[in-house]
């Protein structure tokens, strides 16, 4: 099970931090993902990486302001979200699955378990 939270109410230019909490039986095996989307839009991936740390993988447009990291002993993986525009905007929802190989980070079919969504909204 997955809990996101974080979410809320910033000015542009502001800074959030979300945080998914994987309840249950994890491993380092594990990959988790943060997907957005906007009413009216796809899913977009935002950034995963596996438990272990081998493997991370941020989106090209997003990776100069969003990092994702994760502290293993809380079951916890983060998204630190900083420079926010009003286009940022949108429910964020992470995601897990085992041993996905970098490419498939970004596929949101490749997640078994998705959590409920934490909503960012950016004010201009």
């Known amino acids: 099970q997955l809990q996101a939270s974080g979410g809320g109410l910033v000015q542009a230019g502001g800074s959030l931090r979300l945080s998914c909490v994987a309840s249950?039986?994890?491993?380092?095996?594990?990959?988790v993902g943060w997907f957005r989307q906007a009413p009216g839009r796809e899913r977009e991936f935002v950034a995963g990486m596996r438990l272990s740390g081998s493997t991370i993988r941020h989106a090209e447009s997003l990776k100069d302001r969003f990092t994702i990291s994760r502290d293993i002993a809380k079951n916890t993986v983060y998204l630190q979200m900083n420079g926010l525009k009003p286009e940022d905007s949108a429910v964020y929802l992470c995601?897990?699955?085992?041993?996905?190989?970098?490419?498939?980070?970004?596929?949101?079919?490749?997640?078994?378990?998705w959590g409920q969504g934490t909503e960012v909204t950016v004010s201009s």
């Open positions: 249950g039986r994890t491993n380092r095996d594990y990959a």
């Open positions: 995601a897990a699955a085992q041993r996905l190989i970098h490419s498939a980070l970004g596929v949101p079919s490749s997640y078994n378990y």
